[in-house]
């Protein structure tokens, strides 16, 4: 096997790399050549007559990219490269001198010169008798002595405390019984102290990503719309890894967690007559090109409990970042492993946490458990709108979201401090509906249902309370562009871990048809299954709804809501001396009956599927009065807002009534009152958007992704849709702004005036109520409402 080899360096961007066969290199002396930037060898490179060819072969890479500031394990001092331009630290300096690189005399670590360095030959001869990577017997060629350089793997090279127990470690144990942190422990297996101090920490120090948020954090802010999180411009996935074998790098890596296992003492390098106490943590990770692989994380002793000063306990539980991050991983995480050493054995790749505690973890995206679980940087919105070429990382946890679980089926996964997502089989049915004509001109460009409201689309509001109710299946019913909704929804199921099927009805079967023609889902066992309108927005309620159903248990129960003036709806009348039991329907009444209406959510049971005949027909009309009379029909009070979105002046009353119910229950996602373009609270802005000067926005106002604000902007009770821009000293109030519209400078929208998709409105136009159809460029005043075609 070749010697190993340190590259500090990462990966470059995968564009750079050159795959042709003709650029393939033996690993020889003449690895040194890559690191020039104009003088790229090829394959009839000449080996040196004393060297052997080696087994590895390289990609043609140059070291133009490698922009990432290294975070350096401490090397041996007797070990280290000593060509130009490399600064490495004496292992009595601070960790902050420790990661200063003098590049004077390279743009970045190069191959030649961490190959530049020779050992010994007394260090060369012990070195050959030392394990290999994981822990196996190596051998090194006899011209590692005067060509290669190789590290003293006996005297505390970078990785040599690591070597000894990851081969036998992964012999012995199979990953698939790798378990949670919290999972009992094997009787007898060396591990921490029953009173968790490795557990006690209160906050994880921010990395240069975010954070690891603790119990006590747990209801942050929405964290901004991330940056690219280490330098490079790209992490390498498994595949990749595995072309450099036998060689071992230093990188950062976008995975997720398979499984991870219990902490357990273990003794290294007891044979070189140097014992020590380590932790040791083991995961099993993989992302799209490889079905799992191990990284082992290594924690010393000594930064358990102590203190510099002597004391004999940590509050906080350790000094360890890696080792209070830890506590909070669990299977399906995706995370970004910072400074971790990759190499290939036995066709493998395995990984090694660095010594220093210089190898991090910042958790990108989790699936929620419940309100209380963790969040990881990336939220759901962060990877719906992922873009290639715009955020390669995010892009990347999206991928690593499915993959994830696809391989943790089997894993015991919905541990938490907190109670567990029940795990019960129910299903759900949205009625998606139609043209969505009274949201026009928004549903020219999209189904109503995919329109942003509150800069998500409607319907993933309902999908993400659905699933956190415990719902396994989900019906759209559609009839309206099937192949746009299809396209833009089926990613939830991975974001979701729910099952989404799309029933596409040939002819519209109005309120009840679908549930009859969805009959082999939503009938297919005995639990119950919701019912809900696509335009609904409210706190939805569907636990509360659902253990309010199996305590009647009746065949159905309506969400109802009260409202100032019932006159204008279908007003629910219950049943004498019966406070939730449904006598009748009156619609519109002219005389005061009661002031509680259909709020468009129900829960049924599956008999309610033979009362539906496969055709046009109204569930309010026709299945619901039938349901009244078998007294088998129930209503349930909603608490909180409620709004049906369908049409403009609604959706924006939506808008505030969502906004403010927002400011009670989760304040930290909307701009904070302190923020100077803040006026009257209520402003919820993507982190992508930019506003400009002397602004004053609020009350009331969404601004999404990519949005532009100029300077002395008006904004109240409106909505930007995505990329839309207001230029400078506009006033717009009580407005949707459509995606990628623009408003001139001066102007004044008002009087809820809705632009469609691609819009202009000159300088100094006055719109009063105007419906713009797309791609309109309007340059006189609207005076009073219209539609503009």
Same mark, same amino acid.
């Given at each position: 096997?070749?010697?190993?080899?340190?590259?500090?360096?990462?990966?470059?961007?995968?564009?750079?790399?050159?795959?042709?066969?003709?650029?393939?290199?033996?690993?020889?002396?003449? =690895?040194?050549?890559?690191?020039?930037? !104009?003088?790229?060898?090829?394959?009839?490179?000449?080996?040196?007559?004393?060297?052997?060819?080696?087994?590895?072969?390289?990609?043609?890479?140059?070291?133009?990219?490698? +922009?990432?500031?290294?975070?350096?394990?401490?090397?041996?001092?007797?070990?280290?490269?000593?060509?130009?331009?490399?600064?490495?630290?004496?292992?009595?300096?601070?960790?902050?001198?420790?990661?200063?690189?003098?590049?004077?005399?390279?743009?970045?670590?190069?191959?030649?010169?961490?190959?530049?360095?020779?050992?010994?030959?007394?260090?060369?001869?012990?070195?050959?008798?030392?394990?290999?990577?994981?822990?196996?017997?190596?051998?090194?060629?006899?011209?590692?002595? !005067?060509?290669?350089?190789?590290?003293?793997?006996?005297?505390?090279?970078?990785?040599?405390?690591?070597?000894?127990?990851?081969?036998?470690?992964?012999?012995?144990?199979?990953?698939?019984?790798?378990?949670?942190?919290?999972?009992?422990?094997?009787?007898?297996?060396?591990?921490?102290?029953?009173?968790?101090?490795?557990?006690?920490?209160?906050?994880?120090?921010?990395?240069?990503?975010?954070?690891?948020?603790?119990?006590?954090?747990?209801?942050?802010?929405?964290?901004?719309?991330?940056?690219?999180?280490?330098?490079? +411009?790209?992490?390498?996935?498994?595949?990749?890894?595995?072309?450099?074998?036998?060689?071992?790098?230093?990188?950062?890596?976008?995975?997720?967690?398979?499984?991870?296992?219990?902490?357990?003492?273990?003794?290294?390098?007891?044979?070189?007559?140097?014992?020590?106490?380590?932790?040791?943590?083991?995961?099993? /990770?993989?992302?799209?090109?490889?079905?799992?692989?191990?990284?082992?994380?290594?924690?010393?002793?000594?930064?358990?409990?102590?203190?510099?000063?002597?004391?004999?306990?940590?509050?906080?539980?350790?000094?360890?970042?890696?080792?209070?991050?830890?506590?909070?991983?669990?299977?399906?995480?995706?995370?970004?492993?910072?400074?971790?050493?990759?190499?290939?054995?036995?066709?493998?790749?395995?990984?090694?946490?660095?010594?220093?505690?210089?190898?991090?973890?910042?958790?990108?995206?989790?699936?929620?458990?419940?309100?209380?679980?963790?969040?990881?940087?990336?939220?759901?919105?962060?990877?719906?709108?992922?873009?290639?070429?715009?955020?390669?990382?995010?892009?990347?946890?999206?991928?690593?979201?499915?993959?994830?679980?696809?391989?943790?089926?089997?894993?015991?996964?919905?541990?938490?401090?907190?109670?567990?997502?029940?795990?019960?089989?129910?299903?759900?049915?949205?009625?998606?509906?139609?043209?969505?004509?009274?949201?026009?001109?928004?549903?020219?460009?999209?189904?109503?249902?995919?329109?942003?409201?509150?800069?998500?689309?409607?319907? #993933?509001?309902?999908?993400?309370?659905?699933?956190?109710?415990?719902?396994?299946?989900?019906?759209?019913?559609?009839?309206?562009?099937?192949?746009?909704?299809?396209?833009?929804?089926?990613?939830?199921?991975?974001?979701?871990?729910?099952?989404?099927?799309?029933?596409?009805?040939?002819?519209?079967?109005?309120?009840?048809?679908?549930?009859?023609?969805? #009959?082999?889902?939503?009938?297919?066992?005995?639990? !119950?299954?919701?019912?809900?309108?696509?335009?609904?927005?409210?706190?939805?309620?569907?636990?509360?709804?659902?253990?309010?159903?199996?305590?009647?248990?009746?065949?159905?129960?309506?969400?109802?809501?009260?409202?100032?003036?019932?006159?204008?709806?279908?007003?629910?009348?219950?049943?004498?001396?019966?406070?939730?039991?449904?006598?009748?329907?009156? #619609?519109?009444?002219?005389?005061?009956?009661?002031?509680?209406?259909?709020?468009?959510?129900?829960?049924?049971?599956?008999?309610?599927?033979?009362?539906?005949?496969?055709?046009?027909?109204?569930?309010?009309?026709?299945?619901?009065?039938?349901?009244?009379?078998?007294?088998?029909?129930?209503?349930?009070?909603?608490?909180?807002?409620?709004?049906?979105?369908?049409?403009?002046?609604?959706?924006?009353?939506?808008?505030?009534?969502?906004?403010?119910?927002?400011?009670?229950?989760?304040?930290?996602?909307?701009?904070?009152?302190?923020?100077?373009?803040?006026?009257?609270?209520?402003?919820?802005?993507?982190?992508?958007?930019?506003?400009?000067?002397?602004?004053?926005?609020?009350?009331?106002?969404?601004?999404?992704?990519?949005?532009? =604000?100029?300077?002395?902007?008006?904004?109240?009770?409106?909505?930007?849709?995505?990329?839309?821009?207001?230029?400078?000293?506009?006033?717009?109030?009580?407005?949707?702004?459509?995606?990628?519209?623009?408003?001139?400078?001066?102007?004044?929208?008002?009087?809820?005036? =809705?632009?469609?998709?691609?819009?202009?409105?000159?300088? #100094?136009?006055?719109?009063?109520?105007?419906?713009?159809?797309?791609?309109?460029?309007?340059?006189?005043? /609207?005076?009073?409402?219209?539609?503009?075609?």
């Amino acid at each position: 096997m070749t010697s190993r080899m340190i590259i500090l360096a990462g990966a470059p961007e995968s564009a750079k790399l050159d795959w042709s066969e003709k650029s393939l290199l033996p690993a020889s002396t003449h =690895v040194e050549s890559l690191s020039h930037k !104009n003088e790229l060898p090829n394959s009839q490179t000449p080996l040196s007559p004393s060297s052997k060819a080696f087994g590895a072969q390289w990609r043609q890479i140059t070291t133009q990219k490698l +922009q990432m500031r290294p975070i350096l394990p401490k090397l041996n001092i007797d070990a280290r490269p000593t060509a130009p331009g490399i600064a490495f630290p004496h292992p009595g300096k601070q960790q902050d001198e420790a990661n200063e690189v003098d590049q004077s005399g390279a743009e970045f670590f190069s191959f030649s010169e961490l190959l530049g360095a020779s050992t010994p030959s007394s260090d060369i001869s012990e070195a050959q008798s030392q394990p290999s990577l994981s822990g196996g017997s190596s051998s090194i060629p006899d011209t590692a002595s !005067n060509s290669t350089g190789a590290f003293n793997t006996s005297e505390g090279g970078p990785l040599s405390e690591y070597y000894d127990h990851s081969f036998s470690i992964y012999e012995a144990i199979p990953s698939s019984q790798l378990s949670h942190f919290s999972d009992s422990i094997t009787p007898g297996t060396p591990t921490y102290e029953s009173n968790e101090e490795m557990f006690s920490a209160q906050q994880v120090p921010g990395t240069p990503g975010g954070i690891i948020r603790t119990p006590s954090q747990r209801r942050l802010s929405q964290a901004p719309r991330p940056k690219t999180l280490s330098e490079l +411009q790209d992490i390498p996935n498994a595949r990749y890894l595995q072309t450099i074998s036998p060689q071992t790098m230093t990188v950062n890596l976008i995975v997720g967690i398979i499984s991870i296992a219990p902490p357990r003492t273990v003794i290294t390098g007891a044979k070189y007559g140097r014992p020590k106490e380590v932790d040791l943590v083991e995961m099993m /990770v993989g992302d799209d090109t490889k079905s799992g692989f191990p990284i082992s994380m290594w924690l010393p002793k000594e930064m358990r409990v102590n203190w510099k000063d002597g004391a004999n306990a940590n509050p906080e539980g350790s000094r360890s970042i890696l080792r209070r991050s830890l506590r909070f991983m669990k299977p399906r995480d995706v995370v970004l492993l910072q400074n971790v050493a990759l190499s290939s054995f036995r066709g493998k790749v395995h990984g090694q946490s660095l010594k220093g505690d210089v190898t991090k973890i910042d958790l990108l995206f989790r699936k929620k458990v419940d309100d209380d679980d963790l969040a990881g940087i990336y939220s759901v919105s962060n990877l719906r709108t992922a873009n290639v070429g715009k955020d390669p990382q995010v892009l990347k946890s999206l991928n690593y979201v499915s993959f994830v679980v696809d391989h943790t089926k089997t894993v015991h996964y919905l541990l938490s401090s907190s109670s567990p997502r029940p795990q019960v089989n129910m299903k759900a049915l949205i009625l998606v509906g139609g043209f969505g004509t009274r949201l026009r001109p928004l549903t020219l460009t999209l189904p109503k249902p995919l329109v942003e409201f509150a800069n998500r689309p409607m319907i #993933e509001h309902q999908v993400e309370a659905l699933a956190a109710a415990g719902v396994t299946d989900i019906v759209l019913a559609v009839n309206y562009r099937p192949d746009v909704m299809t396209n833009a929804l089926k990613k939830y199921e991975d974001m979701y871990n729910v099952k989404i099927t799309f029933s596409v009805e040939s002819e519209p079967l109005g309120t009840a048809g679908p549930l009859k023609l969805a #009959e082999k889902i939503l009938g297919k066992d005995d639990s !119950n299954f919701f019912v809900l309108n696509s335009d609904v927005i409210c706190n939805y309620p569907f636990k509360e709804l659902a253990a309010f159903h199996d305590s009647h248990g009746e065949e159905g129960t309506i969400v109802v809501t009260k409202v100032e003036e019932p006159s204008k709806y279908g007003v629910i009348v219950h049943k004498p001396n019966h406070p939730s039991r449904i006598d009748r329907f009156v #619609e519109k009444p002219v005389e005061f009956v009661g002031n509680r209406i259909n709020a468009g959510i129900y829960i049924f049971k599956p008999s309610i599927l033979k009362r539906i005949e496969l055709r046009p027909t109204s569930i309010e009309q026709e299945t619901f009065p039938a349901i009244c009379k078998d007294g088998q029909l129930h209503s349930f009070d909603l608490d909180g807002f409620w709004m049906d979105v369908g049409q403009p002046k609604d959706f924006l009353s939506g808008t505030c009534l969502y906004l403010s119910s927002l400011a009670k229950t989760n304040s930290k996602k909307l701009v904070p009152h302190s923020e100077p373009y803040v006026y009257g609270g209520n402003v919820l802005v993507d982190p992508t958007a930019k506003i400009g000067k002397n602004c004053r926005i609020g009350p009331n106002v969404v601004i999404g992704p990519g949005c532009v =604000v100029g300077d002395g902007v008006r904004l109240q009770r409106c909505v930007l849709l995505e990329d839309s821009k207001v230029k400078d000293h506009a006033w717009v109030k009580s407005t949707i702004i459509g995606w990628r519209s623009t408003v001139g400078r001066w102007a004044r929208l008002e009087n809820v005036t =809705v632009l469609g998709d691609d819009v202009s409105i000159g300088d #100094e136009i006055y719109v009063n109520g105007g419906s713009v159809l797309p791609h309109k460029s309007i340059k006189a005043n /609207v005076e009073v409402p219209q539609i503009i075609m």
